[in-house]
């Protein structure tokens, strides 16, 4: 379980063939002294599994499905990436409940950056627009953000100037590509009350039933 609190963006110094997809080395500086194998690690929004271990970059192992599912299988050499260790028992909780499961993916549509604020608009996977709720959580790139607004098939988060500098999400241009983790208790929420609605209507009684009302 990650927060979507970036601790440091990581830098992809190699990327190889492995037998189910790709091994990726990302150097991660001090930290990886802090890691050990075995570890799950949030990768720019994808839980990895850290294989190896250099003084100063980690390797993780990367299957197909992840690289076709996520932005990492277009990720290329000197790409930055966001970098989260998983949550311990009794740290704070200072973003919200990240799974890093890729939910799908978004295109940068717009950017306004003004002196006042920055603005990124993105165009998302239609199988996410139930899970996309107005002031709702939303991790991109692994980046736990509110949503600004919604449209039917865009959203906007503001960045505020921390988040600008320590993510790569100010590198971010129109047309690029990110992941996109919608927020869990959405999710099921919207799953259960899918699944109480189909063939007979939610009702009060149906609500209580399932411990909603």
Same mark, same amino acid.
């Not at 189910?20 to 990886?32: C, T, Y």
């Not at 570890?39 to 003084?55: A, D, K, N, P, Q």
């Given at each position: ?7 440091k963006v990581g830098t992809i110094d190699g990327v190889a063939p492995a037998p ?13 002294? +802090?890691?050990?194998? %075995?570890?799950? /690690?949030?990768?720019?929004? &994808? ?11 980690l390797e993780f192992d990367v299957v197909r499905e992840t690289l076709e599912k996520?932005? +990492?299988?277009? !990720?290329? /050499? ?16 200072? =973003?919200? $409940?990240?799974q890093g499961h890729v939910d799908g993916t978004a295109v940068v549509e717009r950017? &306004? ?5 920055? +603005? ?15 002031? =709702? ?11 600004? #607004? +919604? ?5 906007? &988060?503001?960045? /505020? ?13 129109? =047309? ?6 919608? #927020? ?7 799953? !259960?009350?899918?699944?109480? %609605?189909? %063939? !007979?209507?939610?009702?009060? #009684? ?5 411990? $909603?009302?």
């Open positions: 379980m990650f927060t979507g609190i970036v601790e189910e997809g790709k091994r990726l080395r990302i150097g991660v500086g001090s930290m990886a002294r +802090l890691c050990k194998t %075995g570890e799950s /690690i949030c990768v720019s929004g &994808v839980c990895l599994t850290v294989c190896g271990i250099h003084e100063t970059a996520s932005t +990492l299988g277009s !990720r290329r /050499i000197h790409d930055g990436v966001n970098i989260e260790r998983s949550m311990r028992v009794g740290d704070r909780f200072d =973003g919200h $409940f990240v950017v &306004v950056s003004t002196p006042a604020e920055h +603005l990124l608009w993105f165009r998302h996977d239609s199988h996410l627009t139930p899970y996309l709720i107005p002031k =709702g959580s939303v991790a991109v790139d692994g980046v736990s953000l509110t949503i600004a #607004d +919604l449209r039917k098939r865009a959203f906007s &988060v503001a960045l /505020i100037p921390t988040t600008l500098e320590r993510t790569t999400l100010s590198k971010l241009t129109t =047309g690029d590509r990110v992941n996109i983790e919608t #927020d869990v208790i959405t999710r099921t929420i919207v799953h !259960r009350m899918s699944a109480m %609605g189909s %063939g !007979r209507g939610i009702t009060l #009684d149906t609500l209580q039933q399932a411990g $909603f009302a």
